[in-house]
């Protein structure tokens, strides 16, 4: 009976462990199933996602591009912006460059004119000195 006894036990172990066997096959295959439904519906959801996000995409490419043209056009003006400030900073170098020239001459001209009623008046005094010898 003791031979019998194990028998049963190593049988109804196996058994056990064949019923267990196929309840986790199904329990797998019960899975799999529910992964692809489960993946279907992600599928779905997914294109119905992309089919909204679409023309908010293509909505944001535009306007991307008029953000760049705008910032291209105003680039433009800043550069124009730039160079009339150039120019300006010419025309003041410019203004004093003259400024000091106009300066200068004047102080030569008051000189000449200095130096002239100068040359002038010593010339008048010679001239009086020399008549007043010849007397």
């Excluded at 000189?111 to 010849?134: C, D, S, W």
């Amino acid at each position: 009976m003791t031979d019998h006894a194990w028998m049963v036990i190593i049988i109804s172990g196996f058994f056990f462990m064949t019923i267990g066997f196929f309840v986790v096959v199904g329990l797998l295959i019960y899975a799999i199933f529910e992964m692809k439904r489960t993946a279907a519906a992600l599928d779905a959801s997914l294109k119905s996602a992309e089919e909204r996000l679409s023309p908010v995409l293509l909505e944001t490419e535009l306007c991307l591009r008029g953000v760049r043209k705008i910032t291209d056009d105003v680039s433009a003006v800043t550069g124009s912006a730039r160079n009339l400030a150039d120019v300006s900073n010419e025309i003041v170098l410019n203004m004093k460059t003259l400024s000091s020239l106009i300066s200068d001459l004047r102080e030569g001209a008051s000189l000449r004119a200095v130096a002239i009623r100068t040359g002038i008046k010593t010339a008048i005094n010679v001239l009086m000195y020399q008549l007043k010898e010849r007397r």
